[in-house]
């Protein structure tokens, strides 16, 4: 297959691309998706920090891709064994596939809507909404690339809508969680100007804990 009808597949119909290559060696296609996903997300991080100078711009390249290919290995065994739960049993293999071609997705649709972020970090002197905005067009591509986990057991269509539906809140969950987190402790997303850029920050706390002080009104710097 090539690149461009891999693209196409990915964003058109990523079902025939699952069906055509489900059973078949997964490395036939890994490295492409892996390439992929690597490079859309390093685009995706240099956008991001750019504004803020070619170092962070850097550093935000090197660590996107790894916010991207991390939860893959902790979540599609999760999803994988959610659906086994629920009745709707998957192979590893298949399960693998559907992950890679979810996150590839993501990262397609993210890089997508990066020239709306750019253009409000560049443009506009508001960190905070240039931030929510930065939420907002990700959580859109991870709503739409996320959705192809719908594919993970082959009959998964024809089973009942409490099971569809279990999985679905499953994949928003395990893959926002571990997305948030990982996010969290690596940094590479929009920084405000007056920091200094860091390759690695060590984290204070977890995610989840931030966004209670912060509910709390404890607001902590970025």
């Known amino acids: 297959m090539r690149a461009a009808d891999l693209l196409l597949a990915l964003v058109r119909d990523p079902r025939s691309l699952v069906e055509a290559h489900d059973g078949a060696d997964l490395a036939e296609q890994a490295p492409r998706l892996l390439g992929l996903i690597t490079l859309s997300a390093a685009a995706l991080g240099f956008s991001f920090g750019q504004h803020h100078g070619l170092v962070q711009a850097c550093f935000s390249a090197l660590k996107m891709p790894l916010v991207f290919l991390l939860p893959p290995l902790f979540g599609v065994p999760a999803l994988a064994a959610l659906c086994d739960a629920l009745g709707a049993p998957t192979r590893p293999s298949r399960a693998a596939l559907v992950g890679l071609v979810a996150v590839a997705r993501v990262a397609l ?114």
């Open 109 to 222: 649709f993210a890089l997508a809507f990066a020239p709306v972020t750019w253009t409000f970090a560049t443009a506009a002197d508001d960190y905070p909404f240039t931030a929510l905005t930065a939420a907002g067009t990700l959580s859109v591509a991870g709503m739409l690339g996320l959705g192809s986990f719908q594919l993970l057991a082959p009959r998964l269509s024809q089973a009942a809508w409490t099971t569809r539906f279990g999985i679905f809140l499953g994949t928003v969950a395990i893959w926002g969680a571990l997305t948030a987190q990982g996010g969290w402790m690596l940094r590479p997303f929009i920084l405000k100007p007056e920091l200094t850029p860091e390759l690695f920050e060590p984290p204070r706390s977890d995610i989840f804990t931030e966004l209670g002080d912060r509910l709390d009104g404890r607001a902590r710097v970025y």
